[in-house]
């Protein structure tokens, strides 16, 4: 029992009633404290003030006194002064009068001991004619006492005058006032006590014995609720009033039934209330009469739609009185054009959403920095931006990794949207200034927003000109976002806003960022791509011929294209041949990369070195197929090894100038085109031979007999793929296109037929690499062959010889005519010894001299190297030796053997 009246005791003084009522008693006893510390304090000084003033009156009377001045020149001043001193002292209450002479030694004293004496204080200033009061110890004790100066009637200071009071006797007067102050406060402590424990007993009924903690926390979640929903709430509800009866209560005071009791934040921004609305009726809050009829009523009311200043709201209304709670009503209010807004907001969401997907598809469709910016550009405007720029570091455009430096020199590689007034033009060379928007922006890395450019003078400090004619123009905001891709500064974006459109804001910034970002991505890829396909280019050209070899029986013009989306396989060549003959070689190795570089490589090899054999086109194209084959085998059965060479395409075409004869063929290639002199163009009907590496058939070749002038032209399928027809497929396909473009007149240029052919037939950006070789066909003039038919006797060999004399003095060739005659003896002789007839002679005189001999034997001398005992033997050694060149190639009706000299 006692432990539960002491928790009863600690829970009383700890609730809100019993903190309340010591406080009280506490502030209570504080203020009587002061009161009667304030009256003590009040009553010294009134003492101290009362007692100084009286000192000074007393000194002052005194000093001013008949006689006062006078007595001092008397023999004996003190026997003059002092009764009258003394009498003095008694009438005016103090507790002594001094006299003082001008050397400080005291002329009257209470103490007739200290007559006689030296004055105890200051008194120099009274001697200097000024009153001075002081508060110093004295035999008598402590005391307060005022000096004044003594003037004779002339007005001559003759001494000084002091009077004063003891202290205790100024505190005597406190003394006796102190009781009743006391008594007084005493009085006023009950009576405040007993007030306060009255107070108390009532606010502890009200609290509930609650401890303020606990009724704070209470507090302070129904306030953090009532004013962080989304909802308007009202409490309406009966209000004690002294006027305006509505309702009577059970103890007879008036009540109003619709009465505001209390409005959050919210119900106040959506009807309008004033700061003073609550405790007015809900008649007098000037409210919309839909929403006065509703909040008046007291009916229960679910979602019903009312207007209030043009807003509509949805009202609800609940009673408070259903379960014994207190009359009155609770309103709650819903802004449906919020929940517009909210919905509108979701919209706007989605949109950027869609962007976002729409962003990640149209950006980086090709492996082109300059379009992949574009597609930033276009894929922004209007949906985001009305003009958007990017410019990019010149050193990525060429695929290499900037350095910070190079992002101060930007190229406009892309501008997309309107107005245009004032924007660098594409292509324009732009130098970034360290200090500017744009600088920082680069330097930070971060994404900056200026919402108001008309305000920013380091943007206008960029270009004042620019920066006007687009302020003229109604640009008015811009974001730019730095492009950073894997670490790498690429360069900066620009999304800016002009005319009626909305200025941007910040929550606009990580839209901006999160587009930039993709492109970054994908401007980084173009770029390292860019890098590796200038790698894999310039493999390939040096796989290429780097020059046309010089020969005169066709006038050449060629072209390579590589392809945008990755190095090919695509090559040609221009080979000569013995006897002023010329191969043209046309090929495209299946796939793209290096892999396809590298393999184009090695067959023009191995097409040289069969050229260089002298073997017929359909031949070369058997070995090559074997080539082929072999790689391909090879090549799979190589670790990771699964590019198959097999499907590769090449066109040869062999042309002979002494007998316009153009040997052809091809195999997995499109055909060739020829183009007359009288500007007609035919597509020869040259057998079509599987791909090389797939085997199987042979391969054929066609002979023809152009014209001299004729256009041949050989190309790759890259320069008709493109346009997505059939090689075969009637009037419109690839090859009708590509005989309109040759049907144009050019004059039988090699040149500008090649230009004008790209032109027509390639978009901006092939898909597949071309090579295109175009080729003049030319004679050799008959005066610079000659032929000789040579019977098969040893004698006929001096009498060639002869022949062959006499045509070189004609050709202006007498130098050669010792070495010719050397070499034409030995092929002559072998073949007369060993050959077959018919045996002819023929000498060809064009860049070199070239000596042939043909019979119809198809068994070919070979060079060997006779002993030092040998006699013969050293017939083609000499040949080997004497000629710059020889060897033999095969025709369908036996051999040739030739030998060539070098003519100066």
Known sequence: MARKNRTRRVRGVRSLAGQVFALQVLVVVLLVLAAVLALVLESQRAS?????????????????????????????????????????????????????NPQGIRLTHPEPALIGKPFQGDYQPALQGRTVVQRIGSPIGELVQAVVPLRDTDGTIVGAVSAGVTVSRATSVVDRQLPLVLGTAAGALVLATVGTALAVRRLRRQTHGLAPAEMTRMYEHHDAVLHAVREGVLIIGPEKRGIGPERRGSGGERHRADTLLLANDEARRLLGLSAEAEGRPVGELDLDPSVAELLGSGRPVSDEVAVSKGRPLLVNVRATDLAGGPPGSVVTLRDSTELQAAVARADAAGRRLTLLYDASVAIGTTLDVARTAEELAE?????????????????????????????????????????????????????????????????????VLDADLASSPDWQAQDSARSAAMLAAGVHSVIRVPLRGRGVQLGIAKFWRAGGSPRFEPEDLSLAEELAARAAVCIDNARRYTREHAMAVTLQRSLLPQGLPEQTALLVASRYLPAQAGVGGDWFDLIPLPGSRVALVVGDVVGHGLHAAATMGRLRTAVHNFAMLDLAPDELLGHL???????????????????????????IAVYDPVSRECVLARAGHPPPALVGPDGSVEFPEVPAGPPLG????????????????????LYTDGLLEDRDRDLDSGLDSGLDLLRRSLQQERGHDPERTCDGVLADLLPARPVDDVALLVARTRVLPPDRVARWSVEKDPAAVGEVRAAVSRQLDRWGLTEQAFVTELVLSE???????????????????????????????STAPHLRYAAETDEGGRGLFLVAQLAERWGTRYTRTGKVIWAEQELD
């Open 48 to 100: 101290n003030t009362e007692v100084r003033n009286r000192s000074i009156a007393v000194a002052e009377s005194f000093a001013n006194g008949p006689g006062t001045a006078a007595a001092l020149r008397a023999p004996d001043p003190t026997a003059v002064l002092e009764p009258r001193a003394e009498a003095a002292r008694i009438g005016a209450g103090v507790d002594f009068i001094v006299v003082i």
């Open 379 to 447: 894929v922004a405007v209007p949906r985001f931006a009305d003009q958007v720029s990017v410019d990019l570091a010149e050193t990525v455009l060429a695929g290499a990794e900037p350095v910070p430096q190079d992002s101060l020199r930007m190229r406009r590689v892309a501008r997309v949207g309107s107005p245009t007034d004032g924007f660098y033009p594409v292509g324009e060379a732009i130098t970034v200034r360290p200090g500017s928007p744009q600088g920082r922006s680069l330097s930070s890395g971060e994404a």
């Open 625 to 651: 197929d074997e080539l082929v084959a072999r790689l391909d085998q090879e090549q799979r059965q190589e670790p990771g090894g699964s590019q198959a060479v097999t499907g590769a395409g090449c066109l």
């Open 694 to 713: 797939v085997g199987g058939l042979p391969f054929v070749s066609a002979r023809l007999r152009p014209a001299e002038g004729t256009l041949l032209v």
């Open 827 to 857: 092929l002559l002789t072998n073949a007369i010894r060993y050959a077959a007839e018919p045996i002819t002679v023929r000498l060809l005189f064009d860049r070199v001299l070239t000596c042939e001999v043909s019979d119809a034997s």
